[in-house]
């Protein structure tokens, strides 16, 4: 089976989230975090775990992108239920069992959407329309064979309309600089 694990190809998940994830943590979409919380109430790092983050189950902290690996049955219930256990404690889920099942569905979504070859490179871009959170994935893979993995390197790019609108578009030196400068 496969799974998703945050992955770090420069350091700019660190000043652009808030609480970024280390590399290699289990990921899933996390979307749900977002879920009693409007879109314009989100501002800095917390629009852009929003807008393009995927959740480490470990830290609880955002990545960019994941990377498409190998995985166990033992490494599947293993981020279920340390996941379920956050739910719980994190978010207020009512009991392990109720939390058991929402890690199960969310798991099981990031193994669809692991669904590609190995170390191919999964981002999302998360939007609320009409009320509902939207999100979007994409997948990049090295152009030509595999090689070391690094930040822009990545030319394919699968998914909806990969252009950036100037409404898609971080300030990654304000996000760095933090609020007021």
């Known amino acids: 089976m496969k799974l998703l694990r945050t992955i ?3 350091p700019s998940d660190t000043f652009v989230f808030e609480a970024a ?10 979307g749900f975090v977002f879920f009693a919380t409007q879109e314009e109430d989100l501002v800095g790092k917390a629009r852009a ?10 830290s609880l902290g955002w990545s960019t992108l994941a990377q498409v690996v190998e995985a166990s ?5 293993a981020a279920v239920a340390l996941l379920a256990q956050r739910l719980v ?6 009991d392990l069992t109720m939390a ?10 990031a193994a669809s959407l692991a669904d590609h070859p190995l170390g191919t490179l999964i981002a999302v871009h998360r939007t609320r329309q009409d009320g509902a959170i939207r999100e ?11 090689k070391p993995l690094r930040a822009f390197a990545f ?10 609108t100037p409404d898609d578009r971080v300030d990654l030196v304000g996000l760095a600089q933090g609020p007021g400068k």
Do not use: N, Q
């Open 21 to 30: 994830a280390s590399p290699g943590e289990w990921a899933v979409a996390g």
């Open 100 to 109: 058991r099942a929402a890690a199960e569905e969310e798991v099981a979504f």
């Open 136 to 146: 979007t994935f994409r997948t990049l893979r090295p152009r030509e064979g595999e």
């Open 73 to 77: 049955e033992s490494d599947r219930d």
């Open 49 to 58: 775990a929003f807008r393009a983050g995927l959740l480490g189950i470990d």
């Open 155 to 164: 030319m394919e790019v699968e998914g909806e309309d990969a252009s950036d």
């Open 89 to 94: 404690e994190r978010f207020g889920a009512p």
């Open 8 to 10: 770090r190809l420069d």
